[in-house]
C-alpha cells in the first residue's frame, strides 16, 4: 500500500508538472504570435489584382484600381493604411534613408523611390489581350497601364507606421515608363 502511494504521488507531481509546462510554453508563443507581422514576397502581393490581407489571402472585394482610385480622390494627409496591401511590407518598412524597389508580377508592377520617409511611388496594371484580329490563338499582347502616381509620408514608428498621401513631385513620362520596364 505505501508502494502504491509513492507510485502516485510520484505521477501526479510528474503529471501537475507537465501541464504546468506545457501552460507556460503555450501562453508565451500565443503573445509572440500575435505580435509577430507576416511578410510576404513581391510576387505574392503581384500575383493578382486584389489587395493583399495580412493572413496572405487576396481580398474578396477590393483591388488595385479601387485603392488608386481612393488615393487620386483623397485629400493630402490622408491615411491609406492599405498601401501595405499593395505593395510589401517591408520595403514600405525600409530604414535605409535612400531607396529604390520595383517588381513586375504577373498582374500589375510597382517602382518605389525612398527618400528619408517619402516613398514615390508608381503602380503599373497589366491587361492581357488576346483578341487581336491577325493573330494566332497563341498569341497575345500586354498593354501597360499606369494606374497610380503618388508620394507619401511615412509617419508613426515601426510596427505602427501610417502611410500619408503628400504633394506628388514623382513625374514620369511614359518613355521613363517605358525604359524602366526593360
Request: hydrophobic share 35%; net charge negative.
Amino acid at each position: 500500500m505505501l508502494k502504491t502511494r509513492k507510485w502516485l504521488l510520484a505521477l501526479s507531481v510528474a503529471l501537475v508538472g507537465m501541464v504546468v509546462s506545457l501552460l507556460i510554453s503555450f501562453f508565451p508563443s500565443m503573445v509572440e504570435a500575435n505580435a509577430e507581422t507576416l511578410y510576404f514576397s513581391a510576387e505574392q502581393y503581384t500575383e493578382s489584382d486584389k489587395l493583399l490581407l495580412s493572413d496572405g489571402t487576396p481580398s474578396p472585394n477590393r483591388s488595385i484600381k479601387n485603392f488608386a482610385k481612393d488615393v487620386k480622390s483623397g485629400y493630402n494627409g490622408q491615411s491609406f493604411p492599405e498601401l501595405a496591401q499593395v505593395v510589401p511590407l517591408e520595403y514600405l518598412e525600409s530604414t535605409e534613408t535612400n531607396a529604390e524597389f520595383s517588381y513586375n508580377g504577373k498582374e500589375y508592377g510597382f517602382y518605389i523611390a525612398k527618400e528619408g520617409n517619402y516613398f514615390d511611388i508608381l503602380l503599373i496594371d497589366f491587361i492581357y489581350e488576346f483578341d487581336d484580329v491577325g493573330h494566332t490563338n497563341n498569341e497575345y499582347k500586354i498593354r501597360i497601364e499606369p494606374i497610380l502616381q503618388q508620394r507619401f509620408n511615412r509617419t508613426g514608428t515601426a510596427g505602427d507606421y501610417q502611410w500619408e498621401k503628400t504633394t506628388n513631385t514623382l513625374d514620369i513620362t511614359m518613355v521613363e515608363l517605358k525604359m524602366c520596364l526593360y
